[in-house]
């Protein structure tokens, strides 16, 4: 489907220092992103192209328990993704607008929770896309040199 892509696994833990320690100590990660939202520290790490979104609280599950939480799926129109998604009899959240751009949250299989959201403003984009493999026309097909 164009216009949609897998973005990130958000993941819930008590720690984010720890996390961040072992990902970019064993698999090169890097922190593009560590800031509050809603009041609460919210971490991106880059792995190659993907991306693990990390949410710090204090109700994380214990240790040795699953701490997934949603997969975040990046849409060039979210409105028309969700319109989409609820003609086909999926239940989809209302679009809640904040700066930037907007999110859903859709339930998948097993009531997995699957993030639909966009990021218009190139101050928010900068956060979610990478310049070299960003892809302005989704119907085009890229090209790599080897």
């Given at each position: ?5 897998l ?12 996390f ?33 979104h ?24 979210l ?68």
């Open positions: 489907m164009a216009g949609v892509s973005h990130h696994v958000h993941m819930v833990t008590h720690d984010v220092d720890g961040c320690e072992f990902f970019i100590r064993n698999f090169d990660a890097e922190i593009v992103f560590d800031a509050p939202i809603d009041g609460d520290r919210n971490v991106f790490l880059k792995i190659g192209s993907g991306r693990i990390l949410f710090e609280t204090r109700d994380a599950p214990p240790d040795g328990r699953n701490a997934f939480h949603h997969l975040g799926m990046m849409a060039e129109n409105s028309a993704l969700v319109e989409r998604l609820k003609g086909d009899g999926v239940p989809v959240t209302p679009i809640t607008r904040v700066p930037g751009g907007g999110f859903a949250i859709a339930t998948g299989p097993h009531g997995m929770k699957i993030e639909l959201f966009e990021a218009n403003a190139p101050d928010t984009r900068r956060f979610f896309v990478d310049p070299e493999t960003s892809n302005p026309d989704p119907g085009e097909k890229r090209h790599v040199d080897a």
